[in-house]
Nanobody, 127 residues
Framework: QVQLVESGGGLVQAGGSLRLSCAAS????????MGWFRQAPGKEREFVSG????????YYAESVKGRFTISRDNAKNTVYLQMNSLKPEDTAVYYC????????????????????WGQGTQVTVSS
């Protein structure tokens, strides 16, 4: 069982930056691929970024590529999402997720590949 708690959301002006954190419980954090998803009002939840269990491989949605950076610190059981050059369309509830990758070294891009989810943190970007 893994529990995930996001933090770092808030209100920021367009062009600004935020760093989201997701702290995980448990001693097997390093065996999980981690990901960030977001859900804007009236829209379906969408993939933002994924990172493999070692942190050596990452993947981004086209809409955030070059602006967002995912990273992880396995010693601290934490995954991060650095968000720069924020746009109003980045406004959403951001969720972190963990997927068991004990037998795979890759990141995951689809919701059904993740086993555990956080409660979400609101990011609002004003124009």
């Amino acid at each position: 069982q893994v529990q995930l708690v996001e933090s770092g959301g808030g209100l920021v002006q367009a062009g600004g930056s935020l760093r989201l954190s997701c702290a995980a419980s448990g001693r097997t954090f390093s065996s999980y691929a981690m990901g960030w998803f977001r859900q804007a009002p009236g829209k379906e939840r969408e993939f933002v970024s994924g990172i493999n269990r070692s942190g050596g491989s990452t993947y981004y949605a086209e809409s955030v590529k070059g602006r967002f950076t995912i990273s992880r610190d396995n010693a601290k059981n934490t995954v991060y999402l650095q968000m720069n050059s924020l746009k109003p369309e980045d406004t959403a509830v951001y969720y972190c997720a963990a997927g068991d990758s004990s037998y795979s070294g890759t990141y995951y891009k689809h919701e059904n590949e993740y086993d555990y989810w956080g409660q979400g943190t609101q990011v609002t970007v004003s124009s």
